[in-house]
């Protein structure tokens, strides 16, 4: 049978048992399977943030970012309908059926300062910090609006998920610190 892969190579080999594996438990009510690749226990408890695993294992690249961050973090009133993702600007396009998915394009600097490491559902989720999403959601403004940003950069101040200096650091590295400046000193 292990013939049948047309290889003799033996990582290849070990792939395709696992995978046969991950089947036979599948059919068997072991596994249940939640995406392309992706199996949970039939019994786990599914968290809220369920969705933000969900995606860091189908593409481990990406950062959650903008108003999933902010959920994250727990400082914005808003409900995203869509995981916010943060890709390199030449980097393949996920596709998903579920859950939707946004993209933000950065590069540099801005793609990769930041990033924090969460542990959600037994995942490393990929997050960036408060302060950087608070710089992100300055830039992208004409994207999410400006009035999340300001009330992002509020709620985390207030709540002192970040300081000033922080904030200012990254919207230096987002090239957006003549734009964040005065709502800064506003608030």
Request: charged letters at 25%.
């Amino acid at each position: 049978m292990l013939a049948s892969t047309g290889s003799s190579d033996p990582a290849i080999l070990k792939r395709w048992a696992f995978r046969e594996y991950l089947l036979r438990l599948h059919r068997r009510g072991k596994l249940s399977r939640t995406g392309r690749g992706v199996y949970t226990l039939p019994d786990a408890a599914i968290t809220e943030r369920h969705s933000y695993a969900e995606v860091t294992k189908r593409f481990p690249g990406a950062v959650l970012c903008l108003l999933t961050a902010l959920a994250f973090h727990e400082i914005t009133t808003q409900n995203p309908s869509s995981i916010w993702i943060a890709l390199g600007k030449g980097a393949r396009t996920p596709a998903l059926e579920s859950p939707s998915l946004r993209i933000a394009r950065l590069s540099g600097p801005s793609l990769t300062e930041g990033i924090e490491t969460h542990r959600v559902e037994g995942v490393s989720v990929r997050v960036y910090s408060a302060a950087k999403t608070v710089a992100d959601c300055f830039k992208f403004r004409n994207k999410i609006g400006l009035d999340i940003a300001i009330e992002a950069l509020r709620d985390c101040l207030s709540q002192r998920k970040a300081s000033i200096n922080d904030i200012y650091r990254y919207a230096k590295i987002c090239r957006v610190s003549n734009v964040i400046r005065p709502y800064m000193e506003a608030i």
